[in-house]
């Protein structure tokens, strides 16, 4: 069964850059059969796509964090990372990573971790 | 962008009830759209894939229909335990995106 635990800072600053990493297990990063994937959900709020990448290291992003988004993955750690550059306050969310196959939906999903964007 | 329109946005149901909840796309998705269940501080669960497709565990109380434009998700014989936030998912085009979600609230 496959799991996925994201890592990172709870606070950041505005301005910032906001990074975590999601580290998967009883799964390979490297399989070709399958995306990886980052989504956010503000607090009471719904649901925002934010990217996928694929072990390759090919990148699809939301046009609307496009500018202040990168995606990487790691092969050798099993992990897959989000930077997101000069963070405001509507960037406090809960931030899952998931696993997607191609053309289809996130199957695998982590617990989820909560960045708030503050001074 | 392909906008996702979930109804209701709530809706207040008894035990043993059939819920129905819409979700309409803004241009023809074909049987890209699946379905999540997401109760309080838990991920998101997968519980209908590709419009109509079930899914491994979850209960056959679940099902799912449409295509094209309009997509329906419907609780059979509704339990407790399916108080949630149902959301829709659209994977036919980039960007992704979501329903606003549709609170199910067990009376």
């Known amino acids: 069964q496959v799991q996925l635990q994201e890592s990172g800072p709870g606070l950041v600053k505005p301005s910032q850059t906001l990074s975590l990493t999601c580290t998967v297990s009883g799964g390979s990063i490297s399989s070709s059969d399958y995306y990886w994937s980052w989504i956010r959900q503000p607090p009471g709020k719904g649901l925002e796509w934010i990217g996928y990448i694929y072990y390759s290291g090919s990148t699809y992003y939301n046009p609307s964090l496009k500018s202040r988004l990168t995606l990487s993955v790691d092969t050798s750690k099993n992990q897959f990372s989000l930077k997101l550059s000069s963070v405001t306050a509507a960037d406090t969310a809960v931030y899952f990573c998931?696993?997607?196959?191609?053309?289809?939906?996130?199957?695998?999903w982590g617990q989820g971790t909560l960045v708030t964007v503050s001074s | 962008e392909i906008v996702l329109t979930q109804s209701p946005d709530f809706q207040s149901v008894t035990p043993k009830e059939k819920v129905t909840i819409t979700c309409r796309a803004s241009?023809?998705?074909?049987?890209?759209l699946h379905w999540f269940q997401q109760k309080p501080d838990q991920s998101p669960k997968l519980v209908i894939k590709y419009a109509s497709q079930s899914i491994s565990g979850v209960p056959s109380r679940f099902s799912g229909s449409g295509s094209g434009t309009d997509f329906t998700l419907t609780i059979n014989s509704l339990e407790a335990e399916d108080a949630a936030t149902y959301y829709c998912h659209q994977s036919s085009s980039l960007p992704d995106s979501f329903g606003q979600g549709t609170k199910l609230e067990i009376k």
């Open positions: 998931a696993r997607v196959f191609p053309g289809g939906t996130f199957d695998f």
């Open positions: 241009q023809s998705i074909g049987s890209s």
